[in-house]
């Protein structure tokens, strides 16, 4: 079988969809391979070495470094569980839809998400057909997105579009985050200038969605840009999936860079009654919001959690790849 490198496009269960040289491939993994943990499962928008099968589904054998990645894991207190949504994106388009989905703290979770994923983040609020007026809702957002550009979009008239032509260019993969219902698809789908994506209405009481998109999808648009579609997240957590535990708490000094440059008296103060703490004393001053400060302490607790939790992995994995390699050599002879 030949070897090569192809991009996976879409992931079905344990099918995996791959773009090569524009056409569509199938392949599974190798389980030898990817069932001792010794490789990352690969998802979409990984470039992966694949052992070509012109009668079947080809191998996939190995997963290639990335340059970003995006996982989740389970919120719920007691579940660890992660789930690789994307790899290998420039740009995570952050989408909230200018109704009763606007939410701030969402906002500012999916932001701290976003940094940690090694992709530059970009606001996208959606439906801004449905508004009289958008400015209030791209004000609140610039509050908790400082330096983060701000789009506000109708994927139903085209307006706002050419502002994300910029992060469209060929070759560059965006990935679109955010709720069911939103308007994910609807937003790819205009850009792709076709219906590429399923999409359907909302629930008219709540504006929620109906988890219409349910695997992830790889698309190329006209521009020769790639974007990947995911399907809405309820809730999203601080991955475990960080090798390196500088990129969450860099992720958490990009988007709450105002609360942690204020310095109390004491190195160790716990913000309750200690004398000199600039923390209340913004909270006093208006300076800053209790919910920002309750949203930030949630958020470092969930990474200070992850980060344990990262580094209990990375020594069972260690523990487990010793034990394969003592297993390999155990039959052979050693002069
Ligand atoms: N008025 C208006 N409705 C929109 C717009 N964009 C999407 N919608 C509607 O919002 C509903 C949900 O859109 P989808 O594109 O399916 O949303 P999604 O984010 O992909 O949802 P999931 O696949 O469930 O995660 C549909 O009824 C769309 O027609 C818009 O710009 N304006
Ligand atoms: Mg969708």
């Keep these: 079988m030949t070897e090569t490198t192809a991009r996976i496009c879409a992931v079905h269960k344990e099918r995996y969809e791959l773009l090569l040289g524009g056409t569509i491939t199938f392949a599974k993994l190798k389980t030898s391979v990817y069932l001792n943990n010794t490789e990352p499962y690969p998802t979409v928008g990984d470039d992966v070495t694949v052992l070509l099968n012109p009668l079947g589904d080809s191998v996939i054998i190995k997963t290639l470094p990335r340059k970003s990645f995006f996982a989740r894991s389970d919120p719920n207190p007691g579940v660890y569980r992660e789930q690789a949504v994307a790899a290998n994106f420039d740009t995570v388009f952050i989408l909230q839809s200018?109704?009763?989905?606007?939410?701030?703290?969402?906002?500012?979770?999916?932001?701290?998400?976003?940094?940690?994923?090694?992709?530059?983040?970009?606001?996208?609020l959606t439906k801004q057909d449905l508004v009289p007026d958008h400015s209030p809702y791209v004000r609140e957002a610039e509050n908790v997105a400082l330096g983060v550009d701000i789009v506000p979009v109708s994927a139903k008239?085209?307006?706002?579009?050419?502002?994300?032509?910029?992060?469209?260019?060929?070759?560059?993969?965006?990935?679109?985050?955010?709720?069911s219902g939103v308007g994910k698809s609807s937003l790819l789908n205009a850009l792709a200038g076709e219906t590429v994506m399923e999409v359907s209405e909302i629930r008219e009481d709540d504006a929620r969605g109906r988890h219409t998109t349910t695997h992830r999808q790889m698309v190329r648009l006209p521009s020769g840009a790639f974007i990947i579609d995911t399907p809405g997240m309820r809730e999203m957590g601080i991955s475990q999936n960080t090798d390196n535990p500088e990129d969450v708490r860099g992720a958490l000094n990009e988007v709450f860079g105002d609360v942690e440059n204020l310095i109390?008296?004491?190195?160790?103060?716990?913000?309750?009654?200690?004398?000199?703490?600039?923390?209340?004393?913004?909270?006093?001053?208006?300076?800053?919001?209790?919910?920002?400060?309750?949203?930030?302490?949630?958020?470092?607790?969930?990474a200070r959690y992850a980060e344990d939790k990262a580094a209990a992995i990375r020594e069972k994995s260690a523990r487990n790849q010793g034990i394969a390699i003592w297993s390999r050599n155990r039959g052979k002879v050693v002069w």
């Design 98 to 124: 200018m109704n009763q989905n606007f939410n701030v703290r969402r906002l500012e979770r999916t932001l701290t998400l976003a940094w940690q994923s090694g992709g530059a983040p970009v606001v996208v």
């Design 157 to 179: 008239s085209g307006f706002g579009l050419e502002r994300l032509d910029s992060y469209l260019q060929s070759g560059m993969v965006s990935v679109f985050l955010g709720s």
């Design 264 to 302: 109390c008296r004491f190195s160790d103060c716990k913000h309750q009654s200690e004398p000199g703490c600039a923390v209340r004393a913004a909270i006093e001053s208006g300076e800053l919001t209790k919910e920002r400060w309750d949203a930030y302490v949630k958020l470092k607790r969930e």
